[in-house]
């Protein structure tokens, strides 16, 4: 089974790790791809996280009978 949030988690990293290069790059157009792949990663991430939320409210769903009044 995947652990969603160990890869949301990597991809926050590989984000900081290319915000840290945008920041460090002489070239400006370097600075732009970085910055780049950095929301590209920062999105995976997010995606990664609302998976398993959504993973862990049908687990929820299915295991918890509904409650009628």
């Not at 890869?7 to 290319?18: D, F, I, K, L, T």
């Not at 370097?30 to 609302?50: F, G, T, V």
Request: aromatic residues 10%; proline residues 1%.
């Amino acid at each position: 089974m995947v652990d969603h949030l160990a890869w949301a988690q990597g991809y926050r990293v590989r984000s900081a790790r290319c915000l840290n290069a945008a920041k460090n790059s002489s070239s400006n157009e370097y600075s732009k791809c970085y910055r780049q792949l950095a929301e590209h990663y920062a999105e995976l991430a997010r995606l990664e996280e609302d998976f398993q939320a959504r993973e862990i409210a049908r687990v929820c769903e299915k295991s918890i009978p509904a409650i009628t009044y």
